[in-house]
């Protein structure tokens, strides 16, 4: 007689690993580590240390589309930019050293998934853009996570108040960034540096 199906909720599943990564490090008997009864999860995180970076990816990803869509009432594009990036660094929160044990272990990766993260921020906030300016939001949104990243791991207690003043202050250069790139992108001849995005450093995008 076969097994019942197990239900695991992914999102438990991957605050769990985070706090056992610091420990236990990036490999498939983490998962069995946390908890034998997670087997199950092998149908989602099918190749070891590889397999379950990518499941922790997804689930980054899949945090702040959670987050996003949990926003009832209306919201300026920049403080939903920052919802979504505080949204990704909570999952952080209980086990800073998560990141950089993550960092260590895939540095390309690491970059990749926090582009696909940024990438989600940004599509959620109503982002349209479709030419440079697509890869210029996500670029410094990226870095902006890295830094955050790198200051949880760097030590001390996490503060959700200090986190979100750091996160606002770097976002709001973002834009101040970008509000000169829009105002030459207005002197343009229509359809200069539009370029249809596709692909970031690793895995496409959605494409908006």
Not at 50 to 72: E, P, S, Y
């Amino acid at each position: 007689m076969s097994a019942s199906p197990v239900h695991v909720d992914d999102m438990a599943l991957l605050r769990e690993i985070l706090v056992a990564l610091p420990e236990k490090g990036l490999s498939w008997q983490t998962v069995l580590d946390v908890s034998p009864s997670l087997l199950v999860a092998i149908t989602a995180i099918p190749s070891g240390g590889a397999g379950l970076f990518d499941f922790i990816k997804r689930g980054c990803v899949q945090a702040v589309t959670q987050h996003a869509q949990a926003i009832a009432s209306p919201m300026k594009t920049r403080d939903r930019v920052t919802e979504g990036a505080l949204a990704f660094l909570n999952l952080f929160a209980d086990v800073p050293a998560a990141g950089s044990v993550l960092m260590a272990a895939k540095p390309l990766g690491f970059q990749g998934l926090l582009w696909s993260v940024a990438d989600e921020i940004w599509y959620h906030a109503g982002d349209t853009a479709t030419d440079h300016n697509y890869y210029t939001k996500r670029g410094l949104l990226s870095q902006i996570l890295l830094h955050a990243v790198l200051r949880m791991a760097g030590g001390g207690p996490y503060h959700a108040a200090d986190m979100r003043a750091f996160v606002q202050r770097d976002i709001a250069r973002v834009f101040a960034v970008m509000r000169p790139l829009a105002a030459l992108k207005a002197l343009l001849p229509a359809g200069v540096g539009a370029a249809p995005p596709s692909k970031g450093p690793e895995g496409a995008g959605h494409g908006h």
